[in-house]
């Protein structure tokens, strides 16, 4: 299997309400980072997984949380959403612990929070 | 000392023409400099990386061209067809990292 899927491709959530995120990575990646993109900005690191443990993680608060399987596939959890957390959600998989060459992004979730 | 600074945001050329866009960065230890392009409702896609040791690398129409000492790169884009349309993003990282630094990118438009 090639490529990164991600799903929902779209969410609409109401602020205080927890929401999942998918990722299914390529196969043989096994490190996945996830990043938020806002409207007009560049993406923006929210953590890395390496063999199913944290391996790094941005400046965003403990509610964004996420898992990695054994099977390339992860998600990202947010907790109490806010409105600011609108934005599209980018998973990237990579062969290796240094885990930013070759990444093979993923075309996002959309999330609005209202 | 994190943020990588690009310009301009936006970015119109006539099709044949030079497409240019500048990153300029702080942190010295920074050692690989990537440029994404990201089409509308997909994600960015890798299209050419440069390390600090080389001064410019090309790839086909596109040159990253590297200044070590002003700490700036730029990507050029020769020969600008309708379909490099995009969204480009210049990023950078260190060494040990887990991380790509992602600069405020710039939407390049290609009028034929």
């Known amino acids: 299997e090639t490529g990164v899927t991600q799903s929902p491709t779209h969410l609409i959530k109401t602020r205080g309400q927890q929401v999942t995120l998918r990722c299914s990575s390529q196969?043989?990646?096994?490190?996945v980072s996830w990043y938020q993109q806002a409207l007009g900005q560049g993406p923006q690191f929210i953590f890395q997984y390496y063999r199913e443990e944290e391996n790094g993680r941005g400046n965003f608060p403990p509610r964004f949380s996420g898992l990695q399987f054994p099977n390339y596939s992860s998600e990202l959890n947010v907790n109490a959403l806010e409105l600011d957390d609108s934005a599209l959600y980018l998973c990237?998989?990579?062969?290796?612990?240094?885990?930013?060459?070759?990444?093979?992004f993923g075309s996002g979730t959309r999330l609005t929070v209202v | 000392q994190q943020q990588v600074k690009q310009s301009p945001q936006s970015l119109i050329v006539q099709k044949g023409g030079i497409s240019i866009i500048n990153c300029a960065y702080e942190n010295t230890a920074f050692d690989y400099f990537p440029w994404y392009q990201q089409f509308p409702g997909k994600g960015p896609a890798l299209l050419i990386a440069?390390?600090?040791?080389?001064s410019e690398k090309k790839e086909g129409r596109f040159t990253i061209s590297f200044n070590k000492s002003a700490k700036q790169f730029s990507l050029h884009i020769m020969d600008s067809q309708p379909g490099d349309s995009a969204t480009y993003f210049c990023?950078?990282?260190?060494?040990?990292?887990?991380?790509?630094?992602f600069g405020q990118g710039t939407r390049l438009t290609i009028n034929p």
């Open positions: 196969s043989g990646h096994n490190t």
């Open positions: 990237a998989s990579t062969v290796g612990q240094r885990g930013y060459y070759g990444y093979t």
């Open positions: 440069i390390r600090p040791d080389v």
């Open positions: 990023a950078a990282s260190t060494q040990g990292a887990q991380k790509l630094v």
